[in-house]
């Protein structure tokens, strides 16, 4: 296992100059370090953020294809690909037959399903730290602001 270096949002003594004030440059800086609040929390379960939403995707939208998997994630085809290849190992998804020979449609396998449930409570608890400094009104602010950003 790969020594983990920690991320340190901001270091004492160093001038960030026009950096301070780009919104883009902070949720960066705040997705370093969320990113790596989630990548200690879940090591053991060998799970990504990605890996974590397309699961949460599948679950929720049973019989997806592989294709708008991948354009929900915002990923190519290929690595959707590589994702449901490594699920199915896994014993997490199964691809299923559809109407388009080209393609498969995607389901939770029951397996899926109860593992899934243990992810969420794992990324709920990581989500209630990283975010324990904010109130719930300002939670859902940032929340609401993201989307807004996110919304283009």
Excluded at 33 to 48: C, N
Excluded at 52 to 61: A, G, K, M
Excluded at 81 to 104: C, H, M, N, P, T
Excluded at 105 to 114: H, N
Aim: hydrophobic share 45%; charged share 30%.
């Amino acid at each position: 296992m790969a020594t983990r270096i920690h991320f340190n949002a901001r270091i004492e003594g160093v001038a960030y100059d026009l950096l301070d004030e780009l919104v883009g440059y902070a949720v960066r800086r705040a997705q370093l370090s969320i990113y790596e609040d989630f990548a200690a929390a879940l090591e053991a379960e060998d799970l990504t953020p990605q890996r974590f939403s397309s699961l949460v995707i599948v679950e929720n939208n049973p019989g997806i294809s592989q294709t708008r998997l991948a354009e929900v994630m915002g990923i190519a085809r290929s690595g959707v690909v590589a994702l449901i290849d490594g699920f199915e190992k896994k014993g997490l998804v199964e691809r299923q037959a559809s109407d388009d020979r080209r393609s498969y449609s995607l389901q939770l396998t029951r397996a899926g399903a109860r593992q899934l449930q243990r992810y969420k409570r794992a990324v709920k608890a990581h989500d209630e730290r990283i975010s324990a400094a904010l109130s719930p009104a300002e939670k859902e602010q940032l929340l609401a602001l993201l989307r807004k950003l996110g919304a283009g």
